[in-house]
């Protein structure tokens, strides 16, 4: 029936139609529901029904659990802080009113971006926000004011996606870009003790954190960096080091859980959405520098001490080592070059996040500086296999 439908008013939105001017809305509509049944007429090609619509539904599949638990903890925090018992539903459900807003205004405003550029450029909807949209709201605090969210989706839209191209040609994560921007604009509202603790009550749902004494919104990450050696939870209590792998401690919203971070890893790997080389060398690169630390402590940041397993899973190294350092576009695509990549991004997260001690968080700027240095890293890889090639080829000469 609905196939039926879209075919009947299919040709209002042709050339000729009266409809015509929103082409591309009804195409991007269309192709996310069915496979698109044009084909090549001319040349080579490889057809396949995993087009990149499906590819990013996969990621968006992927990030489900992060989200899922992301709201159950969004109001496991506030119930914790506020004093009050609660269910399992009704801390969901809590998260769930929380995030919403966020996760709509983000979508509001890049789809609506996207389809005024596809519709000035007479182009095509492109589907890379599909994924963006949820990654933006998963990788922030929980009290970002949703217009900063709407301010930074705006900018890394723009400035970093449409500007270069649109999807497939940003040189920087779209997601990590938006986030960067918040940190570095508004610097107060995306750290301390209450960024990371939705603290007002919703519909009746959770109660109002008031930050006494013995109450703190801090995360682990932001707790070694002001000298603290003792990790705690937002009401003092000690954090285990299950709790950090269930993700049951203050944190950005997707970032918590290191257990469903690698419940959407597999998903990734079993589907071959992701490189398994950048993943594995992100981890592998956070497990050497962390080792570093570990055995090299520093005098003025007791966050040596934590142990490298540890140090992958605090902060959003995790989350970064499987959803944002993997993405095809901004990371490595040689297959020398990946491994590289990978370790590099997982070496300079830690650097920063133990030896920087106005930034306990690494990262996210691990991943951007490497989006910047993916290029030379390939080109220097394919430079390295010509040589070696045209050495082969005079030697068989000779």
């Keep these: 029936?609905?196939?039926?439908?879209?075919?009947?008013?299919k040709p209002n939105f042709e050339p000729g139609g009266k409809l015509h001017a929103f082409q591309s809305v009804f195409e991007g509509f269309e192709s996310f529901l069915y496979t698109p049944n044009s084909t090549s007429q001319s040349g080579t090609h490889v057809h396949d029904s995993l087009d990149s619509k499906r590819i990013m539904i996969i990621v968006v599949a992927a990030l489900m659990p992060c989200l899922i638990f992301g709201m159950f903890n969004t109001g496991y925090q506030n119930y914790l802080c506020a004093g009050i018992e609660g269910s399992v539903w009704e801390k969901f459900a809590y998260g769930f009113l929380a995030l919403l807003p966020r996760i709509i205004v983000t979508y509001v405003v890049g789809l609506g971006i996207e389809f005024i550029v596809a519709q000035w450029r007479k182009e095509e909807i492109q589907e890379g926000f599909l994924v963006t949209g949820i990654l933006i709201p998963l990788i922030c605090p929980i009290e970002t004011?949703?217009?900063?969210?709407?301010?930074?989706?705006?900018?890394?839209?723009?400035?970093?996606?449409?500007?270069?191209?649109?999807?497939?040609y940003?040189?920087?994560?779209?997601?990590?870009?938006a986030r960067a921007f918040l940190f570095f604009a508004y610097p107060a509202q995306m750290s301390g003790d209450?960024?990371?603790?939705?603290?007002?009550?919703?519909?009746?749902?959770?109660?109002?954190?008031?930050?006494?004494?013995?109450?703190s919104g801090a995360t682990p990450l932001g707790q070694l960096a002001t000298g603290t050696t003792e990790l705690t939870n937002?009401?003092?209590?000690?954090?285990?080091?299950?709790?950090?792998?269930?993700?049951?401690i203050p944190g950005s919203v997707?970032?918590?859980?290191?257990?469903?971070?690698?419940?959407?890893?597999?998903?990734?790997?079993?589907?071959?959405?992701?490189?398994?080389?950048i993943m594995l060398s992100v981890f592998a690169g956070g497990l050497a520098m962390g080792s570093v630390a570990y055995l090299l402590p520093s005098a003025t940041y007791p966050g040596s001490s934590l142990t490298p397993w540890d140090q992958l899973l605090y902060g959003g190294f995790?989350?970064?080592a499987v959803f944002m350092a993997t993405d095809p576009v901004t990371a490595a695509r040689?297959?020398?070059?990946?491994?590289?990549?990978?370790?590099?991004?997982?070496?300079?997260?830690?650097?920063?996040?133990?030896?920087?001690?106005?930034?306990?968080?690494?990262?996210?700027?691990?991943?951007?500086?490497?989006?910047?240095?993916?290029?030379?890293?390939?080109?220097?890889?394919?430079?390295?296999?010509?040589?070696?090639?045209?050495?082969?080829?005079?030697?068989?000469?000779q």
């Design 194 to 215: 209450k960024a990371f603790i939705a603290s007002e009550p919703i519909c009746g749902l959770g109660g109002t954190v008031t930050y006494a004494d013995g109450v």
């Design 334 to 397: 040689t297959g020398a070059g990946k491994y590289i990549y990978g370790f590099l991004v997982g070496v300079i997260a830690i650097i920063i996040r133990v030896y920087n001690t106005g930034y306990p968080e690494g990262a996210m700027l691990a991943v951007l500086l490497m989006n910047a240095l993916a290029p030379l890293i390939d080109y220097c890889v394919v430079q390295v296999n010509i040589n070696r090639r045209m050495r082969r080829s005079r030697t068989g000469a």
């Design 1 to 9: 029936m609905l196939r039926k439908y879209l075919n009947k008013i």
């Design 145 to 168: 004011p949703v217009w900063m969210l709407a301010v930074a989706t705006a900018f890394s839209v723009i400035f970093v996606k449409e500007v270069f191209g649109g999807t497939g």
């Design 170 to 177: 940003n040189i920087f994560n779209v997601a990590l870009t």
């Design 234 to 248: 937002a009401v003092g209590e000690p954090i285990s080091t299950l709790d950090a792998f269930l993700g049951l």
């Design 254 to 277: 997707g970032e918590t859980s290191t257990l469903c971070i690698l419940i959407g890893a597999a998903l990734l790997l079993f589907t071959g959405i992701a490189s398994w080389k």
């Design 318 to 320: 995790a989350f970064a």
